[in-house]
Nanobody, 125 residues
Framework: QVQLIESGGGLVQAGGSLTLSCENS????????MGWFRQAPGKEREFVAA????????YYADSVKGRFTISKDNAKNTVSLQMNSLKSEDTAVYYC??????????????????WGKGTLVTVSS
């Protein structure tokens, strides 16, 4: 079982920064790909960023490219999302996701079989 636990959400002003972290606490398996999705009020869940254990860099949604950076620590089974230049439209519940497969470029929610409970990010304008 893969268990994902998010931390780091909160309230930030537009233009500010916030870092989300996710720990893969599964004792049997470690996710080979970890990432983030988000869901804003009244909107569908959307892909944000992901990175595989074997990759040096992650991949991003166009809406966050250049502002968000995903990083990983394979030894600690953690993934982080550094969010800079935040905008009001970044307000959403952010979900850590994981999968046993190694993905690159995969952005569909169904490809990620493990989900955290989510952490709320609110950007005030």
């Amino acid at each position: 079982q893969v268990q994902l636990i998010e931390s780091g959400g909160g309230l930030v002003q537009a233009g500010g920064s916030l870092t989300l972290s996710c720990e893969n606490s599964g004792h049997t398996f470690s996710a080979n790909t970890m990432g983030w999705f988000r869901q804003a009020p009244g909107k569908e869940r959307e892909f944000v960023a992901a990175i595989s254990r074997s990759a040096d860099t992650g991949y991003y949604a166009d809406s966050v490219k250049g502002r968000f950076t995903i990083s990983k620590d394979n030894a600690k089974n953690t993934v982080s999302l550094q969010m800079n230049s935040l905008k009001s439209e970044d307000t959403a519940v952010y979900y850590c996701v994981g999968d046993l497969g190694s993905h690159f470029g995969v952005t569909v929610a169904a490809a990620f079989h493990f989900w955290g409970k989510g952490t709320l990010v609110t950007v005030s304008s």
